[in-house]
């Protein structure tokens, strides 16, 4: 029997949170929803994710500041991480080498513009299977 895949989810949004969570239970995956960096980084350690899927605009530290620190740890370099935030990625153009190879980012979605059954699609691609 084959494990329901691990998705930690770190939006400060809670409506966001709730509509993600209900697609992503429905479709067979577990979910863990956090809402800042902190949270994010001890959910780590105690979920060990097969994808995390990110918001940048967090409270306290930011999520490119969580991405520095998943990184900096060796057992989490190979974690999938999508990042679905309200920043535009026009936003990040000229740090976009950081994000995709130091900072091993698959994909950057904006949520405007990314529906529901989009991301599933996304998460299916982009989750290794287990």
């Not at 494990?3 to 770190?10: A, D, E, S, V, Y």
């Not at 930011?62 to 989490?76: A, D, N, P, T």
């Not at 091993?104 to 529901?116: P, R």
């Amino acid at each position: 029997m084959k494990h329901k895949p691990n998705l930690l989810l770190i939006e400060p949004d809670k409506i966001l949170a709730d509509i993600y969570r209900s697609a992503l239970v429905k479709n067979q995956y577990n979910v863990v929803i956090v809402s800042n960096a902190q949270a994010g980084i001890y959910a780590v350690d105690k979920l060990l994710p097969d994808l995390i899927i990110l918001e940048l605009q967090l409270t306290k530290h930011s999520g490119v500041e969580f991405l520095y620190e998943l990184r900096s740890y060796s057992e989490w370099q190979n974690i999938p991480v999508i990042i679905l935030s309200m920043v535009n990625f026009s936003e990040f153009k000229n740090s976009s080498n950081i994000l995709f190879n130091n900072l091993k980012v698959k994909a950057y979605y904006h949520k405007l513009t990314t529906s529901v059954s989009e991301l599933l699609e996304i998460i299916q691609n982009n989750i290794a299977v287990v």
